[in-house]
């Protein structure tokens, strides 16, 4: 038996859903890498389009979502919720135990919601070409669709061990049109420094979006695009939590704990965000972020001000961090490697809003596996660590003999992570959590900020 809850395309939601009224306290200010004083939005007109950059700074509560937005939604929009009966009997669990599946999206992931948007805008701009980066390959696929719905012109600067891990990740964005080019590359003067020093290094996110962003400022024509962390992009996300709210209430359930693979924060965001403002106003319901332990950044980062990547070159945002100088362990292959967080994920979690665990890679694929032979999805391996809290929270429930209602994000399939999933079968993928001895060397370049 399997429910599987519908909206039509009617029920698209029409206005993305802005966290940032419902938030306790002030937002720090963003502050300009240069001059170390606050930014103001036209500091970041070289790279982002005004309309990007005004949703950044919003603070509406609701924005509307173009027609030519929601009619490319409209592709897999609204996206399914299933009721995981076959898990829940397989954990002999009291919990019920619903997953929004963001896989049905043509690149099969959550990465549309804002790829979608961020292109339609700066095609609006009369921008001719994006400059990007991507981990595992999720971002650059999804930049790679919207590019080509829109008529621009893609790079994608590809964290080099993934594109090793990866290759068909890469084959799909160069069939959608993008170029696609390891990084770190000799194409770019931060690229060609970071080989001179480390010519064997597997390269991260933080050095990949420096080569973006370098990039994008030395090309008039050229916007960068960012896959999560930024505001703008977990207001589209929204869409997924307010879908599966209405998914909810179709079925009168509502859920006492909501799980999101957290990364950089957009997949969490889009599922969490939108039970932000029932939590604040009283609502009895957790909202946990689910992080790898080779990557800790909320669980063991520190809040402090830092570069959103490794050359210096984006503003200096305040975040839960582990340095910008963290590059993670080549033998991850779980996904979520960035070394920041998004500064409003940040600070709710800095408020006690929302929660944050970590997990093993070994421990998340053994739930993925269990979800893939009982729901018949192959999660992407960023996926499985909601899968794996949620596992944990079913088994919970039943020693605890309390019934409980469980949303988790499936941000995500893993028909292009098969090598993972290889190796994890082969019993060849290690554990690794990240030493306290190494995040303290990273934590000590962060700049430092006086306001």
Known sequence: MQTKILLNDNQIPKRWYNVIPDMPGQMAPVIHPKTGKPAAPEDLS??????????????????????????????????????????????????????????????????????????????????????????????????????????????????????????????????????????????????????EQTPDTPGSLGIAISEAVEDAASHKDTNYALGSVLNHVCLHQSVIGLEAMEQLRMVGDYPDVV???????????????????????????????????????????????????TAKLTPVTKMYTLGHDFVPPGIHAGGLRYHGQSALVSQLYHEGIIEAIAYPQNACFEAALLFAR????????????????????????????????????????????????????????????????SIRESLANLPRVEL
């Open 46 to 195: 070289a790279i982002f389009p005004m309309a990007l950059i005004e949703q950044e700074v919003s603070r509406e509560r609701w924005i509307d979502i173009p027609e030519d937005v929601l009619k490319a939604y409209q592709l897999w929009r609204p996206s399914p919720l299933y009721r995981a009966h076959r898990l829940e009997a397989a954990l002999k669990t009291p919990a019920k135990i619903y997953y929004k599946n963001e896989g049905v999206s043509p690149a099969g992931s959550h990465k549309p919601n804002t790829a979608i948007p961020q292109a339609w805008y700066n095609k609006q701009a009369g921008i001719r070409r994006l400059a990007s980066e991507t981990g595992a390959g999720q971002w650059g696929c999804s930049l790679a669709l919207a590019a080509s719905f829109f008529g621009l012109e893609v790079t994608v600067y590809m964290v080099r061990v993934s594109c090793g891990q990866k290759p068909y990740r890469k084959s799909l964005m160069e069939v959608w049109g993008a170029k696609v080019i390891p990084s770190p590359s000799s194409l770019t003067a931060v690229g060609r420094q970071i080989l």
């Open 259 to 309: 799980f999101g693979a957290c990364g950089g924060g957009s997949n969490f965001a889009g599922i969490a965000f939108p039970f932000v403002r029932d939590k604040v106003n009283g609502k009895d319901i957790r909202l946990v972020g689910v992080e790898p332990a080779s990557c800790p950044t909320l669980t063991k980062g520190v809040y402090a001000f830092d570069y959103g990547d």
């Open 374 to 437: 009982t729901e018949g999805i192959v999660p992407a391996p960023e996926s499985s660590h909601a899968v794996r809290a949620a596992v944990d929270e079913a088994i919970k429930a039943r020693e605890e003999g309390h019934e409980r209602t469980i949303l988790f994000c499936l941000s995500g399939h893993g028909h292009f992570d098969m090598s993972a999933y290889d190796a994890y079968l082969a019993g060849q993928l290690e554990d690794y959590e990240y030493p306290a001895e």
